[in-house]
């Protein structure tokens, strides 16, 4: 069955400094979205991309956010400049339909 | 804007007997439901949603969720768990081909 797969799984990272965090999703899906779950808290949206551009996004998302689809088969969220409080596992999902997601099993980022 | 609220965030339950994990949502307009899964230390799994149609839904796993328009209510069910549902439970919901707002979630413990 496909999967959505995100790399890394953990990363690591000094306050200030970029991250990129890496999906694939689903094949022939068209709709990409990042969430993020910060510990004992709520899984919350950030982010959604179609057609190559953000159709949604959240008030967490702001400039140091940004996503890309550089190529048919990845999709990344880039941090420009890490704070503390970015700790979180960050979770991508794809929709053929924009009904359904389908989630990753997410990558753990730790800022120190 | 949309909500959700789960109203137990830990459900101790033994094996084998039934169990109901209640998710409240609040939405102006039709609603998406759906519920995923948590295991320890992986993502979110679907377990079942409903788009329109019969307001009984069954999921993976032996799981089930009713609608109830007039209620708000979209409760997960289960007649008999196993030690392997240990999990978090998490109720979501969308308005058409819109980002997931989730609820803060319940931890299923199934205990022999």
């Known amino acids: 069955e496909p999967e959505v797969t995100q790399t890394p799984s953990h990363q690591v990272t000094q306050m200030g400094q970029e991250v990129i965090l890496r999906c694939v999703p689903i094949s022939n899906h068209l709709y990409f979205y990042w969430y993020r779950q910060i510990l004992g808290q709520k899984v919350e949206f950030l982010v959604s991309?179609?057609?190559?551009?953000?159709?949604?996004k959240s008030e967490i998302f702001d400039d140091q956010f940004s996503v890309e689809r550089p190529d048919g088969s990845n999709f990344t969220l880039k941090i420009r400049s890490t704070k503390l409080e970015d700790s979180a596992m960050y979770f991508c999902a794809s929709s053929w339909t924009a009904e359904t997601q389908y989630f990753g099993p997410g990558t753990r980022l730790l800022v120190l | 804007a949309q909500s959700v609220t789960q109203l137990d965030s830990q459900v101790p339950v033994f094996e084998e007997a039934p169990v109901e994990l209640r998710c409240n949502y609040s939405?102006?307009?039709?609603?998406?439901l759906f519920w995923y899964v948590q295991y320890p230390n992986q993502g979110l799994q679907l377990l079942l949603k409903y788009l329109s149609g019969s307001t009984l839904v069954k999921g993976i796993n032996g799981f089930e969720a009713e609608f109830n328009k007039s209620q708000t209510s979209f409760h997960l069910r289960k007649p008999s768990v196993h030690i392997s549902d240990t999990a978090e439970y998490f109720c979501?919901?969308?308005?058409?081909?819109?980002?997931?707002?989730f609820g803060s979630g319940t931890r299923l413990q199934v205990q022999p």
């Open positions: 979501a919901v969308s308005t058409g081909r819109r980002a997931l707002t």
């Open positions: 991309f179609y057609n190559n551009e953000i159709s949604e």
């Open positions: 939405s102006s307009v039709s609603v998406y």
